[in-house]
């Protein structure tokens, strides 16, 4: 039947049913559209969630074990820069700090290889502690920190430069200190990226390291990563053992005999004269190390 010989009525009533059938047609079609939108959401929200989860596992997850001869958090260096030897912190294992010997100077040096003002104390004492060290009666105790990763472009090389250190100190600890000389002598400024792996894996064939080749492994893998981050907080966190120091709220921090440095980085007479204080009378006056002179204008004649 054509509409033209429908009634009124039975035009409005199959406008109606038309009206219906196409309506539930949509509602149809908004419930498979809401269904996949719904889907995608919670697949969106899954995938957001497995990458926090990967972030916080990378970031927080379980402590890594620490480099062999660190056990205190930091390298022990006696006459001649030969190593005190330790094994490895495990995982989560606290540090184990270094007994101190009656007698005998201990100087704790806690520093960042990005940092500038660390760079100017080592430039006006480097050569002043390395007599030190020549004396018999004095340990350098170096703990390297990252805390200035977001000065490097992304390059976080505060910690690369930090765990190159631990891998010398793992696989060659009596050349630690050459290779930590070398990075100040090498630092690169603030805001920069620093040196490429390639080029910290260089200065240990310039400090002449043992193990080459799993020292370089170690630096591009970043073996001690973890533990960078670890050894870090607990620093900043403290107490810092065998001292009077709270915590480290800045580098560099030096402890000369359990009491913190408070004078210029800059002014070798002022820290040969604390290390002289610091010493006390227990200390070996034969080994007491004398303040450099301080040269004074001649005389117009």
């Not at 809401?34 to 889907?39: K, N």
């Not at 390298?75 to 495990?90: C, D, F, S, V, Y």
């Not at 050349?175 to 690169?188: G, I, K, R, S, V």
């Not at 604390?274 to 450099?292: H, K, L, M, R």
Request: aromatic fraction near 6%; include cysteine; charged fraction near 20%.
């Amino acid at each position: 039947m054509s509409d033209a010989r429908l009634s009124k009525n039975e035009k409005r009533l199959a406008a109606r049913e038309k009206a219906r059938v196409l309506r539930e047609e949509q509602q149809k079609k908004d419930r498979r559209t809401r269904l996949i939108l719904q889907g995608s959401i919670v697949l969106g929200l899954i995938a957001i969630v497995a990458v926090v989860a990967l972030v916080l596992v990378n970031s927080v997850g379980p402590s890594g074990p620490g480099p062999k001869n660190m056990a205190s958090d930091g390298i022990q260096l006696n006459q001649g820069a030969i190593a005190t030897e330790t094994a490895a912190l495990k995982a989560g294992e606290d540090p184990k700090p270094n007994t101190q010997v009656a007698g005998t100077l201990d100087i704790q040096m806690y520093v960042d290889y990005l940092c500038p003002y660390c760079g100017q104390f080592e430039a006006t004492n480097g050569d002043y502690i390395t007599g030190l060290l020549a004396n018999g009666k004095t340990t350098v105790e170096i703990h390297p920190l990252a805390v200035l990763d977001r000065l490097s472009q992304g390059t976080k090389y505060s910690t690369r430069a930090t765990n190159a250190a631990a891998c010398v100190a793992n696989y060659s600890p009596n050349q630690f200190y050459d290779f930590h000389n070398l990075l100040f002598a090498n630092q690169p400024a603030e805001n920069s990226t620093g040196l490429t792996d390639d080029q910290l894996v260089d200065l240990t064939t310039q400090a002449a390291v043992e193990n080459p080749d799993k020292i370089a492994t170690c630096i591009k893998n970043q073996e001690f990563k973890k533990w960078v981050s670890d050894s870090t907080t607990r620093a900043l966190n403290g107490p810092i053992p065998n001292s009077d120091v709270d915590k480290v709220t800045g580098t560099p921090t030096i402890i000369v005999n359990g009491k913190k440095y408070p004078g210029s980085i800059s002014d070798l007479a002022s820290f040969q004269a604390f290390v002289i204080e610091a010493a006390g009378t227990d200390y070996n006056q034969q080994s007491t190390p004398t303040p450099t002179p301080t040269p004074t204008a001649t005389p117009a004649g």
